[in-house]
């Protein structure tokens, strides 16, 4: 299919989304001190819930991140406490979608850890992590919670591999090893029975993410995928990158044929990469470029033209990346359908970007607010793995959203030290590749050999405990007989 051309004729279109304007917050309601990490990983740092925002931080030595309650806005004291338990640089972060004190993290040290945040936010520094999992041999770069099951953690790492945890037993379960280069993003479509995949291969890719096994694969020539995002339930998929040419590029895909693309669309020359972001609830697509200070957003269609330009949000302030307010954190009464939260590197803040629809009426807009995801899991863990898929346990958000959550993350009782994945122990057989690497691997075989050591120091007292006891029991059954 060919990019779809402007009719000569204007579009008119009855969109009660036409008119969606984007309204920063104001000065107190801002974030303000915030030291934003300058790391150039193409991420958002950033990571929103109803109750925290999570922001990856500079630090010296080692990766850190801060944790503030969403509703303590202002300025942030320079001594605020962080979650400081890496070893390198955190590259990304995302919080549990069904407990809201559960954060994820991953870095450069190799390893994805799993934290629990206390009620009210951090009052010390954070080092201990509830899990550290550690399975990739190089720097872990990205990290999904699958959307409908409760202990299920992806992570894809600079070792071409994505590994998928099963947090009820604190290991890895699974292997995803088809790609031949670095994983650029990954996406779920809404039941999270199929993972998209953008790969530096420039391959774009839908995998059945239990078996591993490739769907569709597309080799995109002309346009050079970065970013890719399901688009709900409409079997399609929408991907950002660049053009032939270097122009910025969006693409809409049918999921179950990659060959063509149904649409290709420029949208200007800049350099930054595009981030897609994509609402099922209202079907629109917001477009936010990094460095840009812009955010383009877009309504998509069953019918062509399948992507109907709406309208600009303008800023001069350049972002480094956007957190996104779940559905059940809108303000319903200001009619409110989607929040960005703007990290503004060179001033350190972070500004909330709220986009509302217009509406005089004050009563509840139903027609903007179907049923959405809510914060209960729709199947465990080992349902996922065991083959079953569920849609997404739904909710309303007439009454604002006041139910406490019931689901409680249980933290794994570990006692096997090895990492085995289709056959292969991931923490013996992985070679360094470069000195940091050899570094961490011999410290934490050092740590294993004094674990052993201790072990078996208490064994051996044990076992002259037991002995001294078989000896006595020995003299005391003669001096009976």
């Known amino acids: 299919m060919t990019v779809?051309?402007?009719?000569?004729r204007p579009t008119y279109r009855?969109?009660?989304?036409?008119?969606?304007?984007?309204?920063?917050?104001?000065?107190e309601?801002?974030?303000?001190?915030?030291?934003?990490?300058?790391?150039?990983?193409?991420?958002?740092?950033?990571?929103?819930?109803?109750?925290?925002?999570?922001?990856?931080?500079?630090?010296?030595?080692?990766g850190s991140f801060i944790v503030i309650p969403v509703s303590q806005s202002g300025r942030l004291d320079s001594h605020h406490p962080k979650v400081c338990g890496h070893n390198g640089n955190v590259l990304d972060i995302k919080w549990n979608p069904f407990c809201e004190n559960?954060?994820?993290?991953?870095?450069?040290?190799?390893?994805?850890?799993?934290?629990?945040i206390p009620e009210g936010g951090l009052r010390r520094n954070m080092m201990e992590a509830v899990l550290e999992l550690y399975g990739h041999s190089r720097r872990v770069g990205l990290i999904e919670w699958h959307p409908t099951s409760s202990g299920i953690l992806f992570s894809a790492g600079y070792d071409y591999k994505i590994l998928i945890w099963n947090l009820e037993i604190g290991e890895p379960v699974k292997m995803i090893d088809c790609h031949t280069d670095v994983i650029l993003s990954m996406s779920f479509n809404t039941d999270g029975s199929l993972l998209a995949t953008s790969c530096k291969d420039?391959?774009?890719?839908?995998?059945?993410?239990?078996?591993?096994?490739?769907?569709?694969?597309?080799?995109?020539k002309n346009h050079r995928v970065n970013r890719v995002v399901f688009l709900g339930n409409m079997k399609r998929l929408l991907t950002t990158g660049f053009s032939r040419w270097n122009t910025r590029q969006i693409a809409l895909w049918d999921q179950e044929d990659l060959s063509m693309p149904m649409v290709e669309e420029d949208i200007d020359g800049l350099s930054g990469l595009l981030f897609p972001f994509y609402d099922a609830d209202t079907h629109m697509l917001y477009l936010a470029g990094k460095g840009d200070g812009n955010i383009r957003y877009f309504e998509i269609t069953t019918e062509k033209p399948y992507i109907q330009y709406l309208m600009e949000f303008r800023s001069p302030a350049p972002q480094k990346g956007l957190g996104v307010m779940p559905k059940h954190g809108m303000d319903v009464a200001a009619c409110e359908v989607y929040r960005f939260y703007k990290l503004v590197t060179l001033k350190g803040l972070i500004e909330p970007i709220s986009m509302i629809v217009p509406r005089r009426s004050d009563t509840y807009q139903e027609d903007i607010y179907p049923m959405t995801a809510g914060t209960e899991p729709a199947l465990s863990a080992s349902e996922w793995l065991s083959g079953i898929d569920r849609d997404p346990v739904l909710m309303s958000l007439k009454d604002g959203y006041h139910r406490p959550n019931q689901v409680v993350f249980k933290v794994p009782v570990k006692e096997k030290k090895s990492v085995v994945v289709n056959g292969i122990d991931l923490l013996e057989n992985v070679p360094p590749r470069t000195e940091n690497e050899l570094l961490r691997m011999f410290f934490r075989q050092q740590d294993e050999l004094r674990r052993l050591k201790e072990e078996l120091t208490t064994k051996d007292v044990r076992i002259r405990q037991l002995e001294l006891e078989l000896n006595n029991l020995k003299n005391v059954s003669p001096n009976n007989a």
């Not at 779809?4 to 000569?8: H, L």
């Not at 190799?110 to 629990?116: F, G, H, K, L």
């Not at 420039?202 to 591993?212: A, C, N």
């Open 202 to 220: 420039k391959k774009l890719r839908v995998i059945e993410p239990r078996s591993g096994r490739v769907l569709q694969q597309a080799s995109c």
């Open 4 to 8: 779809t051309k402007m009719s000569w």
């Open 29 to 62: 309601h801002c974030f303000d001190g915030i030291p934003i990490t300058k790391n150039v990983h193409d991420n958002h740092f950033c990571a929103v819930n109803s109750k925290f925002l999570a922001v990856v931080t500079e630090s010296a030595g080692g």
């Open 14 to 27: 009855s969109s009660k989304f036409r008119n969606v304007y984007g309204k920063v917050a104001n000065r």
């Open 102 to 116: 559960i954060i994820a993290s991953c870095s450069e040290d190799t390893s994805v850890r799993v934290w629990e």
